[in-house]
Every structure is written in structure tokens, then in C-alpha cells.
């Protein structure tokens, strides 16, 4: 079974070329991440492919690395509320072989009717053209999801690290390793809607990740058991997602330390299981 690392970045210096979103601390304009350096990684740690979702709308850099390592990558753009032609642009993506687009939310007001949303009609395009939601928004959003999951069943969506739904916005901090830090207590207080949502759309799967963001206990963060366990018990191995979030990790604790987290946290599954969230769920997914 392949590995997959089901969700890190990558980023040129800013530049005419490649422009890019800046998160103060994290991502200063002549920062670099490239392909070749997690590849090597990859390759010391015994990982097959990886799942590249870009900073931002920004996908110049994630379009090349997909065209330069074929089979290697799958690649994730980030949506644009301010597009004038969101459809437009996803046949763009598609046409560059993005197969999924992530969103901070899908910013709607609280019990707003799913069709009224100004993003429903890429939801529907996404659905039609087999394209994954990378979902990161906060649990006010995660009920217009599931209003819209009710009226494009088989959509699918894949919630960012451990189901945790900060407010990106407003709530992300930089640890003093360049990390995003969020200040949220385990187990969060979204869960019951993670786990709801789980049992109510089999479309719905979860990143096996960002354990390192949420912790307030140093690696393998054992206070994110309860966590990790009801997670794994509302979504089951076959739609959990191993993933590491480089490049924030590549230090502190490292990359093979972080795709360990598993055996520390989830010692006691099969090998089969373990198999699938290490690599099997997102092979299902993804066209590499």
C-alpha cells in the first residue's frame, strides 16, 4: 500500500510569477519551500506521494509541481470569494489537474437556505467533477455544510486536522517554532457537529493531522487521545487521512516524527487499518 501524505505546502518566493498569500511569521515574502526538498524527505521517510494544498488562491506554483513530478502529487487550491467567475476558474483548475479546492468556511450567515449561498453553484461543479472540499472552517459553517451535503449527496468532503474548526481569521497564532498555534481546549467543542456530521455523510473524511497545532502537551501530544479516539470511532480508518502539514513540522518534531504519531495515538488498530490511513483513504480520493 502506498504512503501518501495527505496534506502539506509548498511556496516560491513571492514574486510577478508566483504570487502568494503572507502570514506574518510563517510565510515571509522570500521564503521558499520546494518540491525537490519534501521530496527528499519524502524518500527518507518512506513516503510514496503527497497532497499539496496551496497557501492560497494562488495555485501558479501547485500547477507546476503537478506538471514536473507526475504521479508524485495531487494538488488542492483554495477558494476565492472575491472570484467574478468561480466556475471559470475551477475548469482552469481542473484543466491543471487540481482535483480539490479548500475553504475557511463557506461564508454563509447561520441558517442561511444552501442554495442561497453564493458558493452552492461551485459546490454543485465540484460534485459533478469529482472534486474534494478541503474543509477549515468554523462550526457555525459546518451546519451550511451539512445543508449542502444534503442537497449534493456524494460531494466530497475531507475536514482539515482532526476536525478541528478554528476561525482562521481570528484565532490563528504563530508558535515560536513558526507553527500555526491555535488555543482551543481538547476535546473541542465542535466535535459533537464533527461526529454528527460524520454519521449523518459517509462523503465526509477527516486529516489524521495537525495534532501539533492544537496540543498543549509536547509530542506525541497525549492530551489529543480523547480526541483521536472519537474520531476514529466516528470516522472509522477507511476515511481518516494521514497527513504532516510541512513544511511547519520539519523541525519541530520532525517529518518522520510527525507521520508517527499514528503508532503513538493510535497504537492499537489493525494493520490493515492502519494502512488505509496512512495512505489507502487518500489513494481512494486522488487521481495521481
Not at 45 to 56: F, H
Not at 109 to 123: H, K, N, Q, R, T
Amino acid at each position: 500500500m502506498d504512503v501518501v501524505d495527505a496534506h502539506m505546502h509548498l511556496f516560491k518566493a513571492l514574486s510577478d510569477d508566483y504570487p502568494r498569500a503572507i502570514f506574518e511569521g510563517m510565510t515571509p515574502p522570500e521564503r521558499e519551500e520546494s518540491a525537490e526538498l519534501l521530496l527528499a524527505a519524502m524518500d527518507a521517510a518512506g513516503v510514496d506521494r503527497a497532497i499539496y494544498c496551496a497557501l492560497s488562491e494562488h495555485d501558479h506554483y501547485l500547477a507546476e509541481v503537478l506538471a514536473g513530478f507526475p504521479g508524485k502529487f495531487a494538488g488542492v487550491s483554495v477558494y476565492d470569494f472575491a472570484e467574478p467567475d468561480p466556475l471559470a476558474t475551477l475548469r482552469r483548475r481542473i484543466d491543471a489537474g487540481i482535483e480539490g479546492v479548500r475553504f475557511y468556511g463557506l461564508e454563509g450567515e447561520p441558517g442561511s437556505d444552501p442554495e442561497s449561498l453564493a458558493v452552492f453553484p461551485a459546490l454543485a461543479a465540484m460534485r459533478d467533477a469529482g472534486m474534494k472540499v478541503w474543509f477549515y472552517g468554523p462550526a457555525d459553517q459546518v451546519a451550511l455544510l451539512d445543508g449542502c451535503l444534503d442537497l449534493l449527496p456524494g460531494l466530497r468532503v475531507v475536514l482539515n486536522h482532526l476536525g478541528f474548526l478554528p476561525n482562521m481569521h481570528l484565532e490563528l497564532m504563530v508558535d515560536e517554532h513558526g507553527r500555526p498555534q491555535f488555543d482551543m481546549p481538547s476535546p473541542p467543542p465542535g466535535l459533537e457537529v464533527v461526529e454528527a456530521l460524520a454519521a449523518k455523510h459517509s462523503s465526509v473524511h477527516v486529516h489524521f493531522s495537525g495534532h501539533y497545532a492544537f496540543s498543549g502537551a509536547p509530542y506525541p501530544y497525549r492530551d489529543l487521545q480523547e480526541t483521536t479516539d472519537r474520531i476514529y470511532a466516528a470516522f472509522g480508518a477507511d476515511r481518516m487521512l494521514m497527513a504532516s502539514d510541512w513544511p511547519w513540522i520539519r523541525e519541530e518534531p520532525g517529518y518522520p516524527e510527525t507521520l508517527g504519531v499514528i503508532d503513538h495515538l493510535l497504537g492499537n488498530i489493525s494493520a490493515a487499518e492502519r494502512d488505509m490511513i496512512r495512505g489507502g483513504t487518500a489513494m481512494s480520493l486522488f487521481n495521481f
